[in-house]
């Protein structure tokens, strides 16, 4: 039997992956022992992994806590790190924590997954590693130019990950995606918090000229490139999920306000955010050979995601008080 950890596993992207492995929503790999490691920060929630709620072990813990590491690992053949601190407004404000976690912390897992001789190691980063693009579109060779204290723990934690492959040979295959959206995100980014903002009749803060364009993928599609790099990748290697929307903040906005049916003067324009880049895009080339395409629209992913948080008050509402 596989037995696979994953990190972060209680955050909207690892619940969205731990959910749909226990479920058997990856068959290659159905049947797998799960367990969950996460600090359980205040973007962590347990709430996530209630639909699949007994079918996994649950620990608590910090991945820079490297007796603990020592202790869990061992019999584990994969593991896929979704632990990370994501938000960049809060890396403005305070960046020790990034610096622990992306850093340190990535450091101390791969070192024990190379110590307990797991077989793979899958790093979750973001496409914010490589700054801002003014054309055209990132692929995996391209320098790393990270604007932000969140993007350069985030690139930090990947160039230790990737040493340990080329000093150790330890299995290490990095995923590099834009931004993500779907349910169970907390809600500080921006989707969540525009959409909670407007169904509790707050207006919606726009930085700047709402001009800085992301490309934008569901957690479904982002998830199943990840295990298609964890079944297919080739150790060392850097791949690139890309989404199936490229849009500017206003148009976000545009459409989140047409989905709920309200107008602009819901809009408050802000100060530009510090160091705030211009525009993200990944080629995602390299994964589509082994498979890749992303299989949810971004008009049909929006709607489903704006009446999951309509229906579900009682997971969000709290977070925000």
């Known amino acids: 039997m596989r037995r696979v950890l994953v990190t972060g596993g209680a955050g909207f992207i690892g619940s969205h992956y731990v959910r749909t492995l226990v479920s058997g929503g990856y068959p290659a790999w159905a049947g797998a022992a799960v367990t969950v490691l996460d600090k359980l920060t205040y973007s962590g929630n347990l709430a996530n992994l209630e639909p699949v709620e007994g079918g996994f072990t649950f620990v608590r813990g910090d991945i820079g806590d490297a007796a603990l590491l020592a202790d869990l690992l061992g019999g584990h053949d994969v593991v896929v790190n979704f632990a990370a601190e994501t938000h960049v407004d809060r890396s403005i404000a305070d960046g020790d924590a990034f610096t622990l976690t992306n850093v340190v912390g990535t450091h101390r897992l791969a070192q024990a997954c190379l110590d307990a001789s797991v077989r793979v190691l899958v790093h979750v980063s973001t496409d914010e590693v490589y700054g801002s693009i003014a054309a055209g579109s990132w692929t995996e060779d391209a320098p790393i130019s990270p604007s932000s204290p969140y993007s350069a723990a985030k690139a ?43 169904l509790e009749g707050r207006k919606v803060p726009l930085y700047g000229d709402g001009g800085n364009e992301r490309d934008w993928i ?22 690139h999920i890309a989404g199936s929307a490229e849009l500017t903040n206003r148009r976000l906005t545009e459409r989140l306000l047409a989905a709920l049916d309200l107008g602009w003067d819901m809009v408050e324009h802000v100060p530009d955010r510090k160091g705030h880049d211009r525009r993200y895009s990944l080629d995602d080339t390299k994964l589509r050979r082994l498979g890749y395409r992303p299989a949810l629209a971004f008009d049909d992913g929006l709607a489903d995601t704006i009446r999951w948080y309509q229906d579900h008050p009682d997971w969000w509402k709290p977070l925000r008080a």
């Open 156 to 198: 930090g934690g990947d160039l230790l990950a990737l040493a340990m492959a080329r000093t150790h040979g330890l299995d290490v295959r990095v995923t590099r995606c834009g931004n993500n959206y779907g349910p169970y995100q907390y809600p500080e980014k921006v989707i969540p918090l525009f959409v909670t903002n407007l």
């Open 218 to 239: 569901h957690a479904d599609d982002h998830c199943r490139g990840i295990q298609l790099v964890a079944e297919r990748g080739a150790p060392g290697e850097v791949y």
